[in-house]
């Protein structure tokens, strides 16, 4: 039987890579039941093949390998299940939990948390394969490949697309050095030519439009539903620093913490094109205020000493601190819904631009940040917790200085 009777184009165009490319990383990324993990599932074979021959060379009785996935049923579902419903393999595990094939160990680690480094703390690997990438912990996805460092050692990743400033895609898919040595390829439900016209009609038909339709049928890294600022836009929105005008109206937002992050934005207004600019974003933690007032004191030498710095009131020593220090700390309005709205018509009126340069946690939080559906208010967090501060200097910043009325006296 041809291979084209058994695989689809993008499948053979996988293999095609695999068999003839020069990589170390070859991920699989895109819609739900493209066929990403059936041709992973058969590259996993061909890379075990290839190492049982690697080991050989090397005289190595106890070649290692990882095969990793969010857990122990994920792992069986997606992987040890369908090889034996594909190839009429059938893999047994030993009493340590190991499978074997073709002489090699294959060790399972479980990327749901940071618990599934145990399996292969200190191993050495002469391979992975990763299913449900996106879903591992980051920390142990680092070990993982970390772990592969016997020479000609690769990985091999499947996933379903998250939100666009996922580590897996920033890091690894959207990596294009060519010393990294990564491959990636994405699929559209359309890609898996032996689903029946039928169902691909239904599933198309019954997904929500708007994000769920553009991660499960078109493979696409997006944004999630109730997303505060939904209308932000990274093509149009994010500039370099020598687009951002000189003669701007200067200010800045400050959200406190310690244990959480502290955020300090310095945003500018263009008096022409009626334009806010997110020019820097300070974000740390275990910032004790003597550092605070250092970062402020810079601003104030590049920016002015009278730049108005629109404080979150939950500290005022820290604001007493600032004052005393010769920094013009105000309180900020921190009404939210109101602030919200004011960061969302600039936004939505293509009045917002960032300094790509200039942010540091800012994308990761403007695509998390969501709607609560009880409060009406958005997310603090997990738990309760306050994560998104760059969200919060933002709007202390924006709203206070476009509030009727102006900023909140300190008195």
């Not at 190595?60 to 390998?65: A, F, I, N, S």
């Not at 740390?284 to 250092?294: D, P, T």
Request: net charge negative.
């Amino acid at each position: 039987m041809a291979l084209n009777q058994l695989l689809t184009n993008k499948q053979l165009e996988v293999l095609r890579s695999y068999l003839t490319d020069d990589w170390k990383y070859l991920i699989l990324t895109g819609a739900v039941r493209a066929g990403k993990t059936v041709i992973d599932n058969y590259l996993f074979l061909l890379e075990l093949k290839r190492i049982a021959k690697l080991a050989a060379k090397n005289h190595d009785p106890h070649p290692l390998y990882i095969l990793a996935g969010y857990s122990s049923n994920s792992i069986y579902t997606n992987v040890i299940a369908e090889l034996e419903t594909q190839f009429g393999i059938e893999l047994r595990t030993d009493k340590h939990g190991h499978y074997h094939y073709y002489g090699i160990d294959i060790v399972p680690a479980y990327t749901g948390s940071i618990r599934g480094l145990g399996a292969i703390r200190g191993a050495t690997s002469y391979g992975a394969y990763i299913n449900e990438a996106s879903l591992a912990d980051h920390g142990v996805f680092q070990e993982i490949i970390q772990r592969c460092s016997i020479p000609s050692a690769r990985i091999i990743c499947d996933t379903n697309p998250d939100i666009p400033t996922h580590w897996l895609k920033t890091d690894y898919i959207d990596n294009h050095d060519p010393a990294a040595r990564i491959k990636s390829f994405s699929f559209t439900i359309d890609d898996n030519t032996f689903l029946s016209q039928d169902y691909v009609n239904s599933l198309k038909a019954a997904t929500p439009k708007g994000m769920y339709y553009d991660r499960a049928i078109l493979g696409q890294w997006v944004t999630g539903e109730g997303v505060v600022y939904d209308g932000f836009n990274a093509k149009t929105m994010l500039v370099n620093s020598e687009d951002i005008p000189d003669d701007l109206n200067y200010y800045v937002g400050v959200d406190w913490g310690f244990e959480h992050k502290n955020s300090i934005v310095l945003l500018g207004d263009d008096p022409v094109t009626d334009i806010t600019y997110l020019i820097r974003e300070i974000t740390n933690k275990h910032k004790l205020i003597g550092e605070l007032v250092a970062i402020a004191q810079d601003l104030q030498v590049e920016y002015g000493t009278r730049i108005p710095f629109y404080c979150d009131s939950a500290r005022p020593d820290n604001i007493r601190e600032f004052q005393v220090n010769g920094i013009n700390a105000l309180l900020a309005n921190k009404r939210i819904l109101p602030g919200v709205e004011c960061v969302t018509a600039r936004i939505n009126q293509d009045k917002f631009r960032v300094n790509k340069a200039g942010v540091k946690d800012f994308l990761t939080e403007v695509y998390q940040y969501h709607w609560n559906e009880k409060t009406g208010e958005p997310e603090k967090g997990d738990n309760g917790g306050d994560d998104y501060d760059v969200m919060d200097a933002l709007r202390y910043g924006i709203y206070t200085k476009r509030a009727k009325g102006g900023f909140v006296p300190w008195k």
